[in-house]
């Protein structure tokens, strides 16, 4: 109904701007360039996507991400600019802004708003995708996850009772980009950028901007 349309509209950044013959008007603002202003980083991404806030206070990480998951969340990178069929059974996932990654990494200090570069392991070994995390949460709750999760990923309930066994922490994040130009890990060692290993790790500020500056060459 239009509560749902409304909820969904401002979840994405739309602001009510008035009413026009008998119909709310909600607008959205997209500037040219990232706008300074001085909202949470999370909030600032909704508000202006597909900007975001990169500055000292958002925190960094490479999430490495094994091939078969990389595949699942993002079925159309490896065929960026054509569009999955509407009826392929993972459309839904694939074409979409809001996903979920679930993983048993070490790290408990993910926030809202921080900045997540997925590093597809094992075949590609280079950083592909950048992401904003929505939420993060620790759960060992196989009903609570599949909650969490809902209709932003194709993890199966086999699944995600297997992986609920251990404490999971559940990323809810929203995709930006696939970036332009991959960044191998051999340029990753190169320039002594810390990580990537089988945990999200941490990166600093310069690291993550000498990445950015590669990808977008």
Not at 46 to 74: A, E, M, N, S, T
Not at 83 to 96: E, T
Not at 175 to 200: A, D, K
């Amino acid at each position: 109904g239009q509560e749902h349309l409304i909820a969904l509209l401002e979840d994405f950044g739309f602001t009510e701007y008035g009413v026009y013959q008998g119909d709310l008007v909600y607008v959205k603002q997209h500037p040219i360039n990232p706008p300074a202003v001085d909202i949470p980083p999370f909030e600032y991404m909704k508000k202006f996507y597909p900007h975001y806030r990169d500055d000292i206070g958002v925190q960094k990480f490479i999430v490495p991400i094994q091939p078969q998951f990389h595949r699942i969340l993002f079925p159309d990178f490896e065929n960026l600019g054509v569009a999955l069929p509407l009826n392929h059974p993972l459309a839904h996932v694939g074409n979409a802004i809001k996903l979920a990654y679930l993983c048993h990494t070490q790290t408990n200090r993910i926030r809202p708003g921080d900045i997540i570069l997925f590093y597809r392991s094992h075949d590609v070994k280079a950083i592909t995708t950048l992401g904003i995390v929505e939420h993060f949460e620790v759960s060992e709750s196989a009903s609570d996850i599949a909650r969490l999760v809902s209709k932003r990923t194709v993890y199966s309930e086999h699944e995600i009772t297997s992986m609920a066994e251990k404490p999971t922490k559940v990323i809810l994040f929203r995709l930006i980009e696939h970036l332009p130009n991959r960044v191998p890990y051999s340029w990753l060692q190169q320039n002594r950028v810390r990580g990537p290993s089988q945990s999200i790790r941490s990166i600093t500020d310069e690291s993550f901007s000498r990445i950015l500056r590669t990808a977008e060459r």
